[in-house]
């Protein structure tokens, strides 16, 4: 089984592009199942087959705890690893081609505490990728860009996982807007450009300082654009996870 950890800022769509991926390797043919890392998520745009609110309640953990809402989902994000095996012997149930993991909306209670690295182990760090989002409303500058940029190049650092950048809800951009981003992502040269054109502001000169740091640091590279409502870019979604995995050629279960 392999692991794909959907990762970014909340209101990146994360829950609702593993719902249409799901949907979509179902049409496919190929077998998967979806894990719910979120334990304070209220509805979700898919049926979890392993849900960790089954061991976590963020109400209980807030009466608990005596705690409010933000506290409470740092307590339950350290509670994820104490838990993670027994919800491993769930996902172990499973004989299946792909684990699609929904991480927290927040994405600092993912990323950046201990509990990630226990839970990237327990999965298995060697069969495990990061599907990373950027949200297009954060994107929209070159400021903007670059501070996506270097929040997902920290993911990375972080995680130490083969990571895919995706620009999410593409359907929510004019072409234009959309084919800016991934020629900011794709040619440096083209945003240290637009970052020249933009107001002599302290913020562009840090974002100068950022965009040199993260050039020399080979981050960037090629980003996709994918549309959980349009069902845009999914199946490239598929073709990275096998150039990942297997080398491009499709897996075959034993």
Request: charged share 25%.
């Amino acid at each position: 089984m392999k692991n794909l950890f959907f990762v970014g800022t909340a209101g990146s769509g994360k829950s609702t592009l593993v719902g249409a991926y799901r949907d979509w390797m179902d049409d496919a043919g190929v077998d998967s199942i979806v894990v719910n890392m979120d334990p304070g998520a209220d509805t979700l745009p898919y049926e979890p087959d392993v849900d960790i609110r089954e061991w976590i309640s963020l109400d209980e953990v807030m009466q608990e705890y005596s705690l409010g809402p933000n506290g409470a989902q740092i307590v339950a994000a350290d509670l994820m690893a104490v838990n993670i095996g027994k919800m491993m012997d769930v996902v172990g149930t499973y004989k299946t081609d792909y684990a699609l993991i929904d991480t927290p909306g927040q994405l600092e209670l993912f990323a950046f505490r201990e509990s990630s690295e226990v839970t990237v182990k327990a999965f298995g760090r060697d069969d495990s990728m990061v599907i990373y989002l950027s949200d297009p409303s954060l994107c929209r500058t070159p400021n903007g860009f670059i501070s996506a940029m270097t929040l997902g190049a920290l993911v990375q650092f972080r995680l130490q996982l083969p990571m895919l950048n995706l620009l999410s809800k593409c359907d929510t951009l004019s072409e234009d807007d959309e084919q800016r981003m991934l020629d900011w992502y794709s040619v440096p040269d083209v945003l240290y450009g637009d970052l020249l054109d933009s107001d002599s502001v302290p913020q562009t000169v840090v974002g100068m300082e950022l965009f040199k740091a993260m050039e020399n640091t080979g981050v960037f590279g090629e980003i996709r654009a994918v549309s959980a409502q349009d069902f845009i870019g999914l199946e490239e979604i598929y073709a990275a996870s096998q150039l990942t995995f297997f080398g491009g050629e499709d897996n075959e279960r034993e």
